[in-house]
């Protein structure tokens, strides 16, 4: 029999137990930044060595911080299932925690690309992408086409090219399940609207969910132990 398919859209609140800020918890401020100064391309325009210099640090702490138990169940659905994790998080810890088929909405932390390059609706040329771990890019460093590098992230006034990818893979789906995002920014916050008409959703986070809608089961706690009352609820639902 065909697995049931289950589509997992991530935001930052799964990967805030192992460490990492959110960015809505704070008054707007992320890691004491205005986020429009660092995740917009104006920002990027007006002051572009503060905004690699923010991402380094990131990189950097993204190297100290490890995959938490949500992270890992959400890995292990795949035991089960056929799993897409959907995330707005540029960070790695689904990879991480042996998560196989990750769409990242949003861009990845580890990978910089020329920022004259494929920022439109076909996506980007994985050769014009490349991984730097956990390194750091500063004004002057180039890539071989001449231009200079930028993080290989989606910012505020950019073009979300992974989008289709992601409806395709909420409208395939039997089930939707949402973890720790305050689904407050789009397109992504509007992909659960895409789920098949009798296709649960499940919200995990410990604040008030901002939507309505007649299929969401809201398990309020944080991910680690909100993923693990969804694996017991699915498993009695069986
Ligand atoms: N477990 C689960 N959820 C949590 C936890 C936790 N331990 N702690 C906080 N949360 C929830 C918050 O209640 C909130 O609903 O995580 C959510 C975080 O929301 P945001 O900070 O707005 O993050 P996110 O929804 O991922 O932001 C979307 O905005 O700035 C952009 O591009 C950036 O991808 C990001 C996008």
Redesign the pocket.
Known sequence: MARKKIVVL?????S??SGI?????SDGL?ENHN?EDV?SIEGWYRNPSLVLDFYNARRAQLAEVRPNA?HLAIASLEDDFDVTVVT???DNLHERAGSTRIIH??GELTKVRPENCCNDMDGFSEATVFDIGSDSIHIGDMAPNGAQLRPH????GEAVPKIDAAIDAVEAADMVLI???????YP??GLYRYAKAGSPIYI????DVPVRDPRITHIK????R?METFKNLIKSAN
């Open positions: 991530t935001g930052a609140g799964v805030a137990e800020s959110t960015f809505r918890d992320w986020v995740a949500a707005q998080n540029v909405l949003h992230i989606v910012w505020f973890v720790g995002t305050s689904l407050q920014v992504a916050a995990v986070d410990p604040a706690d944080v991910a680690t909100g």
